[in-house]
């Protein structure tokens, strides 16, 4: 069954052939938010609204674009609505996060120094995402969390593709003077 037919049944009533959906673009969602997100547990739960609203929203669905990037637009609208209405208790995380990686340091047979430096590491690259302007972080994500192409990511974000081009650089010069730190310039 093709994805028109599949989103034909569904439209005509076969509820059951959105699980079809759903397996074939599940991973692709769940990557795109985890880039917006960070948090396995949330990212999970935002996919879920991600189907939940592409399901209710499907009759607006127009099959002039494929799915897939009908899809994404959804899947990046929800993780910057959830980050805007959650900016306050993504801090609390952080610090209970923190507090678990030093009170957890013991359980794992790695150097806790390492493991301290590791996770502080990754924060920092996290925050330095979350930093970047809502286009530059939606295009860093789709071309690094996804490998999506220029091209295909201007379809996504309706933008030509030296917008995109555009975008992805100038994410990637912030990005080095945020990381530069890290890697001893």
């Known amino acids: 069954m093709t994805e028109k037919e599949i989103i034909h049944s569904i439209r ?15 991973q692709m969602v769940f990557r795109t938010v985890s880039g917006f997100v960070h948090i396995k547990e949330d990212a999970e739960d935002i996919t879920q609204e991600v189907f939940i609203n592409a399901y209710q929203s499907l009759h607006y669905y127009q099959e002039k674009a494929a799915f897939s990037t009908w899809l994404y637009r959804i899947a ?6 959830y980050i ?17 990686t030093l009170f957890d340091q013991r359980d794992n047979n ?18 330095a995402i979350d930093q970047l302007s809502e286009k530059q972080r939606t295009a860093f994500i789709l071309s690094k969390y996804n490998d999506l192409s220029q091209k295909k990511i201007a379809e996504i974000m309706q933008l030509s593709e030296g917008a995109v081009e ?20």
């Open 84 to 100: 805007q209405k959650n900016r306050f208790r993504k801090l609390l995380d952080y610090a209970e996060e923190k507090m678990h």
């Open 166 to 185: 555009q975008h992805l650089q100038r994410a990637k010069i912030k990005l080095q003077k945020k990381l530069s730190g890290l890697v001893g310039k």
């Open 110 to 127: 790695i150097n806790p120094e390492e493991q301290i430096i590791e996770t502080e590491t990754d924060s920092l690259i996290r925050r």
């Open 76 to 81: 990046i609208n929800t993780s910057l609505n």
């Open 12 to 26: 005509n009533g076969d509820i059951q052939a959105f699980r079809l959906l759903v397996e074939q673009h599940q």
